[in-house]
């Protein structure tokens, strides 16, 4: 397996343009995360889906964040308008239900940096 | 709420010297706890879980976690470090989902 795929790696864009960033987790994991990594906040999880349904977006910073999953392969974290604060890192990661049937072992993908100008 | 604390930002040791990453948690009930691992320009490696059983956890490239539920701790451990080991270490908690400790960096000085 090639494990998760995130696309682009790197991105640069201006304040105001609309980032898509992609993902594409492990054949058959059922959980898929994006997480924002910075260096004044750390890790942060933005939103995970269950089955390709959000399950909890308590993290995404405002309404200019926004996630889909429409098919068990394919997700998208959206930014629109983009700012400066919004540059970081962005992992996407993904699981499959453990036996207790929570999330078990998350597996990273490499990871978008994102610098908005 | 769940959480996991790791008291050092960075932990410096020789190669060939043990080396210890300390983590301690505070969970209602039974903890699930992790240990990640990110090397630079990367995005983070499972190394090891501890769910139940044996306190002393064996995970990846010789690295091991004790459990220890009378210090609430779950320190990350390995008998000789190597220069190759030098990365951001994160312990972990699940709550649902994981929730990450802020990070230490080991360096592993030659």
């Known amino acids: 397996d090639a494990g998760v795929i995130q696309s682009p790696r790197h991105e640069v864009t201006e304040m105001g343009q609309e980032v898509t960033l992609r993902c594409k987790p492990i054949?058959?994991?059922?959980?898929l995360f994006w997480y924002r990594q910075t260096m004044m906040r750390g890790l942060e999880l933005l939103i995970y889906f269950n089955n390709n349904v959000p399950i909890d977006d308590s993290g995404m910073p405002e309404d200019r964040f926004s996630a889909k999953m429409p098919n068990a392969s394919f997700s998208t974290l959206k930014i629109q308008p983009s700012e400066p604060r919004d540059s970081a890192v962005y992992f996407c990661?993904?699981?499959?239900?453990?036996?207790?049937?929570?999330?078990?072992?998350?597996?990273f993908g490499p990871g978008t940096r994102l610098t908005v100008l | 709420a769940q959480s996991v604390a790791q008291p050092e930002d960075q932990v410096n040791v020789a190669e060939g010297n043990p080396l210890t990453v300390k983590c301690t948690y505070s969970v209602s009930g039974n903890p699930y706890l992790f240990w990640y691992v990110q090397y630079p320009n990367r995005g983070l490696q499972f190394l090891l879980k501890y769910i139940t059983g044996d306190n002393l956890v064996k995970g990846s490239y010789g690295f091991e976690a004790e459990f220890n539920k009378s210090q609430t701790s779950f320190h990350l451990k390995k008998p000789s470090a190597l220069v190759s080991d030098s990365a951001l270490y994160f312990c972990?908690?699940?709550?649902?989902?994981?929730?990450f400790g802020t990070g230490t960096r080991l360096q592993v000085f030659p």
């Open positions: 054949s058959g994991h059922d959980y």
């Open positions: 990661a993904s699981s499959l239900t453990g036996w207790t049937s929570f999330p078990d072992t998350q597996y």
């Open positions: 972990a908690v699940r709550d649902g989902q994981l929730i």
